[in-house]
Nanobody, 124 residues
Framework: QVQVVESGGGLVQPGGSLRLSCAAS????????MGWYRQAPGKERELVAT???????NYAISVEGRFTISRDNYKKEVYLQMNSLKPEDTAVYYC??????????????????WGQGTQVTVSS
């Protein structure tokens, strides 16, 4: 059974930094895109940053230049370095990994697996 677990959230002052980590574990054949999404109270979940297995990246415009996504394919981990944090970055941050397992339906390349979320609060 595949698990995706995030860590590293917390409370930080505006302008500060945090680093989130996410690890995928379990029986899997391959991991495709890994990335971060966030959901603020009363808002829909939105993409923050993703990285494919070749390390190509995609960022939300609101975080470009401040956040950096990285990945260790061997460890099956993805990270999000968040700098120059703003109050509007406050949200629950979720890790998502698109993973191929023996349970993936034929004709489907992968299934999405989500972590439980980690709270990031930016406040003075």
């Amino acid at each position: 059974q595949v698990q995706v677990v995030e860590s590293g959230g917390g409370l930080v002052q505006p302008g500060g930094s945090l680093r989130l980590s996410c690890a995928a574990s379990g029986n899997m054949i391959s991991i495709y895109d890994m990335g971060w999404y966030r959901q603020a109270p009363g808002k829909e979940r939105e993409l923050v940053a993703t990285m494919n297995s070749q390390h190509a990246t995609n960022y939300a415009i609101s975080v470009e230049g401040r956040f950096t996504i990285s990945r260790d394919n061997y460890k099956k981990e993805v990270y999000l370095q968040m700098n120059s944090l703003k109050p509007e970055d406050t949200a629950v941050y979720y890790c998502r990994a698109n993973i191929l397992t023996l349970s993936t339906k034929i004709g489907t390349l992968w299934d999405p697996y989500w972590g439980q979320g980690t709270q990031v609060t930016v406040s003075s």
